[in-house]
């Protein structure tokens, strides 16, 4: 959340591109799996390992892994899985 989710998410007030983008990456990740703390956390340290497998960087603009990681931060928001309201 700190490394990239804090600022597309803001970014998201500002980029109605960008909210249309994130929410169709979010309805295919409610359509794949459970989105409770333990499943989505999972995923997301799956995915993160491939990225880094593949040697992925975030840069300036946004691409698929970067809206599919601000699609499990915003969902990890909007459903306040977030323990204790702390950065993920």
């Known amino acids: ?3 990239l989710g804090d600022a597309q998410l803001a ?3 500002r980029d109605p ?3 249309a983008a994130v929410d169709q990456h979010a309805a295919v990740l409610r359509d794949a799996i459970p989105l409770d703390r333990e499943t989505l956390g999972d995923y997301l340290l799956g995915f993160l390992d491939e ?3 593949r040697g992925w960087v975030f840069g300036d603009e946004p691409d698929a892994p970067s809206l599919r ?3 499990v931060c915003w969902l990890t928001r909007e459903l306040d899985l977030l323990e204790d309201g702390l950065a993920a």
């Open 1 to 3: 959340m700190n490394a």
């Open 11 to 13: 970014r998201m007030g």
């Open 17 to 19: 591109g960008l909210v």
């Open 51 to 53: 990225l880094r497998h």
């Open 69 to 71: 990681l601000t699609a």
